[in-house]
C-alpha cells in the first residue's frame, strides 16, 4: 500500500517549457487535490477532482490544467512555465460521501523552479 | 477575514512544557476540523480530527473546539524537540475542499 504517489519528485524547468505532475493513489479515494505550498502562503489549492469524470477549479488555477485520468491517477499539467510556478506541489486524496470526510492524504511533493 | 487563521509563530517553548496551538474559521457552517503536522521539507500528516464540542484527547495531544466562539485548539503536552513542525488547522464546510490556516511554527528547546 504506496498511498499517494507523485513524479517526479525535483525538476527544473526554464520559462516556457510545459511539463506534466503525475499523481496517484491506491487507496480507492473518489476526491483528489492538486496544492502548491509557498514559504509564508500556506496550501494554496490549484485544483481538485471531487470523482472520476469532474474537475474544478480552487483558489490558484491560473497557468494549470489537470486530468483525472481515472479513479486513480489525477495529473497536473504546466503549459508554459513560469518563475511564478516556482513551488512545492502536494497532491493529496480522501474520500468523500456527501458531507462526510474521511483522513486526507498527501503524497510527497514535487519541488518545481522554473528558471 | 481569513477563513481560516492562525499565528505563523514561531511559538518556542521549552522541552516538557505544553504548547498551545490556536485556529479561528470564519464560516459557521464548518462541521469538521483537522490539525495536521509538517515536518521542514515533508507533506502534512494528519494527527488529529475532531467533529464535536470540547476535547478529544490523544496520547500527548488534545484537540478543543467551541463552535460558538469559532475556534479550535491543539495542546501538545511534555513537548519534545521531535514536535518541532509546521502546524495546519484544516476546516471542512462539508462538500467542498477543505480549508488551511496558514500553519503556526513550533520550535520545542531542549
Known amino acids: 500500500n504506496a498511498g499517494v504517489t507523485q513524479t517526479p519528485k525535483f525538476q527544473v524547468l526554464k520559462t516556457g517549457q510545459s511539463m506534466t505532475l503525475q499523481c496517484a493513489q491506491d487507496?480507492?479515494?473518489?476526491?483528489m487535490y492538486w496544492y502548491r505550498q509557498d514559504p509564508g502562503m500556506g496550501l494554496r489549492l490549484i485544483y481538485y477532482?471531487?470523482?472520476?469524470?469532474?474537475?474544478d477549479k480552487g483558489e490558484v488555477p491560473n497557468g494549470y490544467n489537470v486530468s483525472r485520468l481515472n479513479k486513480r491517477e489525477f495529473s497536473l499539467r504546466l503549459e508554459s512555465a513560469a518563475p511564478s510556478q516556482t513551488s512545492v506541489y502536494f497532491c493529496?486524496?480522501?474520500?468523500?460521501?456527501?458531507?462526510?470526510?474521511?483522513?486526507?492524504?498527501f503524497g510527497p511533493g514535487t519541488r518545481l523552479t522554473v528558471l | 477575514q481569513k477563513e481560516v487563521e492562525q499565528n505563523s509563530g514561531p511559538l518556542s517553548v521549552p522541552e516538557g512544557a505544553i504548547a498551545s496551538l490556536n485556529c479561528t474559521y470564519s464560516?459557521?457552517?464548518?462541521?469538521?476540523f483537522f490539525w495536521y503536522r509538517q515536518y521542514s521539507g515533508k507533506s502534512p500528516e494528519l494527527i488529529m480530527s475532531?467533529?464535536?464540542?470540547g476535547d478529544k484527547e490523544d496520547g500527548r495531544f488534545t484537540a478543543q473546539l467551541n463552535k460558538a466562539s469559532q475556534y479550535v485548539s491543539l495542546l501538545i503536552r511534555d513537548s519534545q524537540p521531535s514536535d518541532s513542525a509546521t502546524y495546519l488547522c484544516?476546516?471542512?464546510?462539508?462538500?467542498?475542499?477543505?480549508?488551511f490556516g496558514k500553519g503556526t511554527r513550533l520550535s520545542v528547546i531542549a
Open positions: 493529496a486524496s480522501t474520500r468523500r460521501e456527501g458531507f462526510s470526510t474521511d483522513t486526507q492524504y
Open positions: 487507496m480507492n479515494h473518489n476526491s
Open positions: 477532482s471531487a470523482s472520476e469524470g469532474t474537475t
Open positions: 464560516d459557521r457552517v464548518s462541521q469538521s
Open positions: 475532531i467533529y464535536s464540542n
Open positions: 484544516a476546516v471542512d464546510r462539508g462538500n467542498t475542499p477543505l480549508v
